[in-house]
């Protein structure tokens, strides 16, 4: 492990925020990778639990950054600000990586030079017990992008990237408070493949209250994406009447539910959003 190393190969960063109950299992599954060329940088989002005392109690072991809450796409970036390695790997702090995680992504990339970001299958962990994805989550590989419109397929806890790229893409877009992630990969997805390694390496945990997927309304944020990568006109023909498609689809069923539930001003920005795509 390299946090000494002023050029470690892969930069890790957790983002967290209040997660002192389940912080320790994700920070000691990165210490514990067999591959140990990495830098370890947690950013803690202004919690107020005892986030402080966990992340002390690691010594040199790891890095810390601390700011005022601002979400968590604020603090992943933050992390890659500080980042040292050419290549950039997420792990959310209620999720915990696989030994050999670090290692087969690596070993990746130096078989693939021509990739530039990559993530690895998942085993899902619901409120303690494994389930199995639906067929709908189940992740493609290569050129991502339409099959992304419907919902987010990158797990941010799974990837693997060129820091370069997360230069060149512009980072995760600080004014959504959910659907960060969905909109980060559309904007990849658009340029490049996106590659699966089969190998489950993640534990991803759910089922939890402070979850962001269990935000109300998230689509109204999906939209949004959909909408800069539209706004963009870098999109060949055909991806851009997928996405539109999409968003006209995603428009309709937002506006629906807010005129159900009486919120008509609402609805009225969606109905005129639908006509501008129609």
């Known amino acids: 492990m390299s946090n000494g190393n002023p050029n470690p190969s892969v930069s890790v ?6 997660r002192g109950w389940t912080l320790r299992a994700a920070v000691d599954s990165v210490l514990a990778q067999t591959y140990r060329d990495f830098e370890l940088i947690v950013v803690d989002d202004g919690s107020t639990d005892d986030t402080a005392e966990i992340l002390q109690s690691y010594g040199p072991d790891i890095q810390v950054l601390r700011q005022a ?16 390695g050419a290549f950039i790997a997420f792990l959310d702090s209620d999720d915990r990586w696989r ?53 987010c397929l990158v797990s941010p806890s799974a990837v693997m990237l060129h820091k370069a790229l997360f230069d060149e893409i512009g980072g995760f877009d600080e004014t959504l408070p959910a659907c960060e992630d969905y909109d980060l990969w559309l904007r990849v997805s658009a340029r490049y493949p996106v590659h699966l390694v089969q190998t489950p390496l993640i534990i991803k945990n759910g089922g939890h209250a402070d979850q962001l997927s269990r935000m109300s309304g998230l689509d109204r ?33 937002y506006a629906g539910g807010c005129r159900k539930r009486g919120k008509d001003k609402e609805a009225r920005v969606y109905e ?7």
């Open 13 to 18: 960063i957790i983002p967290t925020y209040n």
């Open 69 to 84: 809450n601002a979400g968590v796409s604020a603090a992943r970036n933050t992390g890659v600000r500080s980042a040292k």
């Open 99 to 151: 030994p050999d995680k670090l290692g087969v992504q690596v070993d990746f990339f130096a078989s693939h030079p021509e990739a530039v970001i990559c993530q690895t299958e998942e085993i899902w962990i619901r409120k303690g017990q494994r389930v199995n994805p639906k067929k709908v989550h189940q992740k493609p590989s290569g050129r991502i992008f339409k099959a992304s419109l419907a919902l």
């Open 221 to 253: 944020y999906r939209i949004k994406a959909i909408e800069k990568i539209l706004a963009t006109g870098e999109l060949s023909a055909d991806r851009r009447r997928a996405a539109i498609e999409m968003l006209l689809k995603k428009a309709a069923i």
């Open 272 to 278: 005129t959003l639908i006509r501008t795509y129609r």
